[in-house]
């Protein structure tokens, strides 16, 4: 154990690998899309934007350091602000309190740690694809529905984002002209820049930085970060928790929590880590509950994995973990420096930008779009839903839809798949399957295997399925139920029950092969054991096979020895 120990900080440092020329590019533009960005959506839920702001900083550095999804950027997003503004608001507590978001903040954080801890993050592999493909690219949508304002000037009206789009789209003669030329100049420098493969990685900072000094220099009318608030030249200092919220807030941080880690849930398939490890849901968790709790004790409001700020790093070159690290460190220094300068970003610019890269983000889902399309029509359901419910409902809504979805299909792909296969044995001692027959042949032994999760919906297909017993005097039937739990359902005992009566009053007998002991201990207790056999699980796969099958045998040998007997009535 002590070696473990030691060996655990080498292996992570060894993990942290080295920062490249790029990954620094790319935290210098994910850093200053995070000065605007973060004090937006801040101020949009009505809290200080400058909280906003400091989610950039100690929540990005903490989560890129231990996050195992390499390339997450830990930080505050649209959805988890909204949230964060309806808990506080339901709790009747000031949002411009930073005693109230502090402790909200922390008790994001700890509910993040206790899921990680608990290792709660096999709940999300349960979530279909088909699900997780249809929530990721309304995400997506939301990114961009989000700064159609920067864009253009006009701020999109409707009750969803659907609507909004419609909206905007309508509104075309109400577009600002000096902010939609900005933001079409601004995607026009980044194409023109990404087209040159040296300077693909740094695209993003160079359409930022040519465009705002072209504002600038032109005294193009538009609006700037400072119009937003102030950026104070001073770095996040100590703020505690105000403990009698505590009581208020500990049910709405769960919601918070939700909302966050479902978001960040979406990051990894997208983003799959460069050097081919593998993501881990779980630290992802307790990565995120990290950045929460030292982020809540350093004025940032609660934060998440964010798609765009993670989209802006990937667009923007980054190759390791450091990237995040230095997207922190580098809007730190923006901040205490230079933090004048960072006020003259034009919004339009960071518009123009942010549309990039939610529609980089929808088109890198094309494939597994069009894959769910071609799979079958649940699956293609289960994904316009739940981008219709994130489009259109406040996100946490649609979270229990997606999981609702995702556990409906789980349940009808399991009962469909569930069946009983046949098994012969050939003169070479192998095994081949065939469909089962419908009826049991007298004095013989069938050998039949399931292949299923013992589901309750799955069973009325599965006792259909079963020969039927009428006239299978002497006859066995070997039943292979090694994939069936440990404990299964009551349904299966009754089914097992009723088709070993019916069977025995047929002169016939069931026989089980691979039980698990669980299993062996609750037919023993049920009584079912004295109506039929059990051969328990064993190491080699077929070997319960072989012995039930000899069983099955013998039973019958001993039966046309003692002779006809009368069917039992």
């Known amino acids: 154990m002590g070696t473990e120990r030691q060996g655990g900080p080498k292996k992570w440092l060894r993990g942290l690998g080295r920062p490249s020329s790029a990954d620094a590019a790319s935290g210098a533009v994910t850093g200053l899309f995070s000065i605007p960005e973060g004090m937006a959506y801040a101020a949009i839920a009505g809290f200080n934007p400058v909280a906003g702001l400091y989610a950039g900083v100690v929540p990005a550095i903490v989560g890129s350091l231990t996050s195992r999804t390499v390339l997450m950027v830990t930080t505050l997003t649209s959805a988890i602000a909204l949230t964060s503004q309806s808990v506080l608001s339901d709790a009747g507590l000031d949002p411009k309190s930073a005693g109230n978001i502090a402790m909200l903040t922390v008790l994001v954080g700890v509910v993040m740690l206790l899921m990680g801890v608990l290792r709660l993050g096999v709940v999300m592999s349960f979530v279909s694809n088909a699900v997780m493909t249809g929530f990721a690219t309304g995400i997506a949508l939301q990114i961009i529905v989000g700064v159609l304002k920067d864009a253009t000037g006009y701020t999109p009206q409707g009750h969803n984002k659907l609507y909004q789009v419609g909206d905007w789209l309508a509104h075309v003669g109400d577009w600002k002209g000096a902010a939609t030329l900005v933001a079409a100049v601004t995607v026009a420098v980044w194409a023109a820049t990404r087209a040159v493969r040296r300077l693909e990685s740094v695209a993003l900072l160079v359409a930022m930085v040519v465009v705002s000094v072209g504002v600038a220099v032109a005294g193009t009318d538009v609006e ?35 909302v966050a880690l479902a978001q960040a849930a979406g990051i990894s398939p997208s983003m799959p880590n460069p050097d081919g490890s593998r993501s881990d849901v779980n630290a992802d968790f307790r990565s995120q509950g990290y950045a929460n709790v030292l982020g809540g004790l350093f004025q940032a409001l609660p934060s998440g994995g964010s798609m765009s700020r993670t989209g802006v790093a990937v667009s923007a070159g980054a190759r390791t973990r450091w990237a995040g690290v230095i997207s922190g460190v580098f809007l730190a220094l923006v901040v205490l420096v230079c933090g004048s300068l960072a006020e003259r970003i034009p919004m339009p610019v960071i ?81 081949h399957t065939a469909t089962p027959p419908k009826r049991l042949p007298a004095g013989e032994v069938t050998v039949l295997d399931y292949a299923g999760t013992s589901f309750f919906a799955e069973l009325p297909r599965i006792e259909g399925e079963l020969p039927s017993p009428d006239g299978a005097r002497d006859a066995v039937l070997v039943l292979v139920v090694r994939t069936l739990p440990d404990v299964p359902s009551s349904a299966v005992i009754k089914l097992l029950d009723r088709y070993a009566r019916s069977l025995d009053k047929a002169g016939g007998r069931l026989i089980l092969a691979g039980a698990q002991p669980s299993l062996v201990r609750v037919l023993k207790s049920t009584g079912l054991s004295d109506r039929l056999g059990i051969v328990p699980a064993a190491p080699e796969l077929l070997g319960p096979l072989a012995t039930a099958e000899a069983q099955g045998r013998e039973w019958i040998a001993g039966r046309r020895e003692q002779g006809p007997a009368p069917a039992t009535e």
Do not use: N
Not at 228 to 246: E, K, N, Q, V, Y
């Open 224 to 258: 700037l970060v400072r119009d937003i608030a102030h950026i104070p030249g001073a770095l996040p200092t100590f703020s505690a928790p105000d403990l009698s919220a505590l009581p208020d807030l500990l049910t709405g941080a769960c919601s918070v929590a939700l």
């Open 351 to 431: 518009g123009g930008l942010i549309l990039v890269v939610g529609g980089e983000l929808i088109w890198g889902k094309r494939r597994d779009i069009a894959l769910v399309l071609r799979t079958s029509w649940m699956s293609s359901a289960a994904m316009i839903l739940t981008f219709l419910a994130t489009t259109q409902l406040p996100l946490q809504q649609a979270i229990v839809i997606g999981a609702v979805l995702s556990l409906l299909l789980y349940c009808a792909q399991a009962a469909r798949q569930a069946k009983l296969i046949a098994l012969t044995r050939t003169p070479d001692g192998t095994w």
